[in-house]
């Protein structure tokens, strides 16, 4: 006997162009909500009456916020509380999605409230500021209190040393715990404190051995200024070639929330341009350099063609974008989101081959990242998503787009790690080895001390993901190769700043 559907989505889907210049938000956020609420039947009851009169609501509302008609912070709290979920697990990505597609995104007609007393929020500061480490949703009700308009204001030394600490916890973040800190950093650099984030994140990449920094570096990217575009462009030289990637997801995060995409790529396009022509070919920055030129509008780049001496780093050949089966990557992402959707009894989910195809095949990084905020907060969702994923990877025969799906896959880690990541750290190749090892860390997997320390001592990228996982699981292995007078000052430096900044951070 087949099983019944819990309840069809089919009606909630992002119809604009795979590669199109801009997205849906109201349903992709309308869809994240409808699916939690069907996967937890058991506390959310059956049908659209009963959950409204769970969330004080009613129906034809709640049918307008699901599909993407209407947006309300308030409701979305209310969904986390009747559905037992982490609070701000909902709020956190939808907000995130929303911020980075401004253009598109719907307006919050009804926030949830906000800390909105002295004595609340002194009592979450001093809660923040003490040795343990807080749930991730404090620091989100923190921002939001410190950030919104006349809201209630503190010392600055204060909330710098408060943001150091956020920076701090954000890179080692995994789970709901993530995107909430995310979020929360992004608040705080679109605020009066913005300045704080920019300084803090300077003070951090001045630490030659800083190891996470791309989130930092995107919340950086959440509001354009003069001194951050000056800064990041600068970075573009760095030798250190995750500094170079995070300063390309801020300019790129910069030319996404930007009032005027085309106007922010014409101040900076001169400046890449040289910077790339000024970069061998294969050297570290190479890759992102070209992922930036390659994202300026055809209107900017015109005439400035000609003048990108060096060759653009090999990109996916991706030449089909409709949805149709001529389309090979569309098809087998569909079959995978339907498989899926089938396994939950989910009904037709058109929704999710659109976010799954997002993240595997979009050339936009900003999409990519948003689309595995919104599957990781269905915890359900994102364990199913990387294992098919892994699966496509398998057979994925263009080495670009195999290098990029491997890249964005520990993004969906939420606690679980796929059985082919076991087999690619025994017998995978290079960029097998580093997605395992990503995937290792972020869900708190165990890996053992030979793998790691021959990984580290391979040197390259390789190595930077196995420091990676020792650090993220407090490794031994991390004391072992510190006493070993063979490693390189480099290599000790990492393991010195795993060792003094701490692990996985999942509450």
Same mark, same amino acid.
């Given at each position: 006997?087949?099983?019944?559907?819990?309840?069809?989505?089919?009606?909630?889907?992002?119809?604009?162009?795979?590669?199109?210049?801009?997205?849906?938000?109201?349903?992709?956020?309308?869809? *994240?909500?409808? *699916?939690s609420r069907l996967l937890h039947r058991e506390s959310a009851g059956v049908g659209l009456q009963v959950m409204a009169a769970k969330v004080g609501s009613n129906a034809t509302r709640l049918h307008r916020v699901e599909t993407g008609g209407t947006r309300e912070g308030r409701l979305v709290a209310r969904y986390e509380e009747?559905?037992?979920?982490?609070?701000?697990?909902?709020?956190?990505?939808?907000?995130?999605?929303?911020?980075? =597609?401004p253009q598109e995104a719907p307006t919050d007609r009804h926030p949830a409230p906000v800390v909105g007393t002295v004595?609340?929020?002194?009592?979450?500061?001093?809660?923040?500021?003490?040795?343990?480490?807080?749930?991730?949703?404090?620091? =989100?009700?923190?921002?939001r209190a410190i950030s919104v308009a006349g809201g209630i204001g503190m010392p600055e030394r204060i909330a710098h040393d408060l943001v150091t600490r956020l920076v701090g916890e954000l890179g080692r973040s995994t789970s709901h715990a993530y995107p909430i800190r995310y979020e929360a950093l992004a608040l705080l650099r679109c605020s009066p404190y913005g300045h704080l984030v920019l300084e803090v994140a300077r003070e951090q990449v001045a630490d030659p051995h800083i190891r996470v920094l791309n989130d930092m570096m995107s919340a950086v990217g959440e509001r354009v200024s003069e001194d951050a575009v000056a800064w990041c462009?600068?970075?573009?030289?760095?030798?250190?070639?995750?500094?170079?990637?995070?300063?390309?997801?801020?300019l790129e995060n910069m030319g996404q929330v930007a009032a005027s995409s085309e106007d922010f790529w014409e101040s900076v396009v001169d400046r890449?341009?040289?910077?790339?022509?000024?970069?061998?070919?294969?050297?570290?920055?190479?890759?992102?350099?070209?992922?930036?030129?390659?994202?300026?509008?055809?209107?900017?780049?015109?005439?400035?063609?000609?003048?990108?001496?060096?060759?653009?780093?090999?990109?996916?050949?991706?030449?089909r974008w409709e949805r149709e089966e001529t389309n090979a990557h569309w098809t087998e992402v569909s079959r995978a989101a339907a498989?899926?959707?089938?396994?939950?009894?989910?009904?037709?989910?058109?929704?999710?081959?659109?976010?799954? =195809?997002?993240?595997?095949?979009?050339?936009?990084?900003?999409?990519?990242?948003?689309?595995?905020?919104?599957?990781?907060?269905?915890?359900?969702?994102?364990?199913?998503?990387?294992?098919?994923?892994?699966?496509?990877i398998e057979t994925q025969a263009d080495p670009a787009l195999r290098e990029r799906m491997l890249r964005r896959l520990p993004g969906m880690a939420q606690g679980s790690f796929p059985g082919l990541a076991s087999s690619w750290l025994v017998n995978g190749d290079d960029d097998e080895l580093e997605a395992a090892l990503f995937l290792a860390g972020a869900s708190h997997t165990w890996v053992p001390a030979e793998i790691l320390g021959r990984a580290v001592c391979g040197g390259g990228r390789v190595a930077n993901r196995a420091l990676y996982a020792a650090g993220m699981t407090a490794h031994p292995v991390i004391d072992r190769l510190l006493a070993d007078p063979r490693i390189s000052s480099e290599t000790a430096g990492a393991l010195d700043w795993w060792r003094r900044n701490g692990s996985r951070v999942d509450v």
């Open positions: 006997m087949t099983a019944r559907p819990r309840g069809s989505s089919r009606s909630i889907d992002d119809g604009t162009p795979l590669n199109g210049a801009r997205i849906e938000i109201g349903p992709r956020i309308g869809w *994240v909500l409808r *699916v009747v559905l037992g979920l982490a609070p701000a697990s909902l709020q956190a990505p939808i907000d995130v999605v929303c911020r980075t =597609f004595r609340e929020l002194s009592q979450l500061t001093e809660q923040l500021s003490s040795v343990e480490t807080q749930p991730a949703h404090r620091w =989100f009700a923190w921002a462009l600068g970075l573009l030289t760095d030798p250190r070639e995750r500094v170079v990637h995070g300063a390309a997801l801020a890449i341009i040289a910077v790339h022509n000024g970069t061998a070919e294969g050297s570290p920055g190479w890759e992102w350099h070209s992922h930036l030129l390659r994202l300026v509008p055809a209107s900017v780049m015109g005439g400035r063609r000609h003048r990108v001496s060096k060759a653009l780093a090999p990109a996916p050949a991706i030449t498989a899926i959707a089938g396994e939950l009894e989910l009904g037709s989910q058109p929704m999710l081959a659109r976010l799954m =195809f997002d993240l595997a095949i979009s050339p936009y990084e900003s999409r990519a990242v948003t689309s595995y905020m919104l599957l990781g907060s269905i915890p359900e969702i994102a364990a199913r998503v990387t294992s098919s994923l892994g699966q496509l």
